[in-house]
């Protein structure tokens, strides 16, 4: 026996066999992308100058607060969503010069224009710069946000990617629930706590007499009897005493009287000492849970309530309040999301495509076993046994590295097929011509796979390469195709050059060969 098949072939077993173990059952080893076991695929536009204008009122409130914590007179802090900027008045001129100092704190977001000459104003245009800063955190931040919902949804081999400058592509292969799932991934979920204003019924401010610094939210009540939907008007403070920016926790848990779920809330440290002061402040007052600007209940505060705890009650059902715990663990989305694109593939579809798509495989994997059998007799035989275990070692691959296995990436595996017989073409073609020319079957072979080498490294590579950059810049199936031509290269490199070589070997190595049948 030739002394290099001492390695080489423990080598190819230890390769074969791993990779049929690893691949080994398909079903339970590889997971199916979207297009072939169902699923849905979404193309969400983040709103991004929401983020702006919520970023413009958060100053104006930020200002405004610090300025009365200091005691001077504030008129109003007013911000202009329109012309991204915002005016501060005070009461007395005289109150300009130590105010200054308050608002230099927030000059990172805000670019100085100078005093408004109303004699006692100042006036601050948010810069372009920050501007696009505040665009690019919303959706990188949105994009984070519904990759922690869909992780604690329970979604296998999600594909979540940002898609230009304001799209999110969500791709959710198996789901069953689509309603469920596009509920839970594009609410806003702004938790907020908010007084109710007790100073006028909230019919009076609805016909007319709104007080300052109020509005109108409704809560929402479904019927269990019959379904039917009503809106109950509270008049809040437009202030909000808290946000869910603080939440360290929430959870569903069952009231021990009638056994109905809500979600138990938990702040951390800062949150905590908020919600103590404000409750502390309001006892006997009433305090909305607001979700979206959706009211979702209003206790009286009893008691001052330490420990950072609270609770979101309302009429929900153990799926609703688990949904909910979700959203307010993953945080709030920075800025609304709109649905472009929805589309749902049936798993029937999914089925079909994969029979099709495993059926194209086999079939064109025979024409390619006859012909090369029919063409290069008996030396055909080696090229197909290498190509059947290019395509064990490609399904290994796969399921090593959690690859999701596509449509396009059946493509792939398609074209992986033909390339790895066309290198195997390639040195036969080298052997036959050295044989042409008079050489020993030995020698023939070994410049055969000598000149045909540097061709077939050339040609791989190079496709190699545009595989990669498709990985790099593609999406979904893009990235599926990419994935498997660049595994399928490497395997029919490795099967038609080394696999190829060492069955040549061992047979050469058996027994004298005058003629070879090829």
Known sequence: MHTDLKWKIPLILFAILGSAYLAYPLKDKIALGLDLQ??????????TEK??????????????????EEDYEVDRVRADVENKTVTVLMV??????????????????????????????????LSKEEETKIEQNAVSQGLETIRNRVDQFGVSEPTILAQGERRILVQLPGIKDADRAIKLIGKTAQLEFKLINESVSPQTAINGAMPEGSEILYKREKSIETGEVTKTPFLVKKRTALTGETLSGAEVRYDSDFNEPYVAITFD???????????????????????????????????????????????????????????????????????????????????DSIEQGVRSIFLGAILVIVFIAIYYKLSGLIAVIALMLNLVLILGALAYFGAALTLPGIAGMLLTVGMAIDANVLIFERIREEVRVGKTVRAAIDAGF?????????ANITTFIAAVVLFQFGTGPIKGFAITLCIGIAASMFTAVFVSRVIFDIFMSRKKVANLSI
């Open 38 to 47: 169902g699923g849905m695929h979404l193309v969400l536009e983040v709103q």
């Open 51 to 68: 983020a702006v204008e919520t970023t413009l009122e958060r100053i104006a409130d930020d200002i405004k607060r610090e300025i009365e």
């Open 92 to 125: 007395d001129a005289i109150d300009l010069k130590p105010v200054e100092e308050i608002m230099n704190n927030h000059t990172a977001y805000l670019q100085n224009e100078g005093m408004v000459r109303e004699g006692r104003g100042y006036l601050f245009r």
């Open 269 to 351: 440290s800062i949150g905590a000492m908020i919600f103590q002061e404000v409750t502390r402040a309001n006892v006997k007052k009433r305090l909305a849970i607001v979700l979206d600007d959706n009211i979702y209940s209003a206790p009286v505060i009893q008691e001052e309530i330490g420990g950072g705890r609270a609770q979101i009650t309302g009429q929900f059902t153990t799926e609703e309040a688990r949904d909910l715990a979700i959203i307010l663990r993953a945080g709030a989305l920075p800025a609304p999301v709109v649905i472009l694109e929805n589309r749902t593939v049936g798993p029937s579809l999914g089925k």
């Open 450 to 458: 000598a000149k045909a080498l540097s061709t077939i490294v050339d």
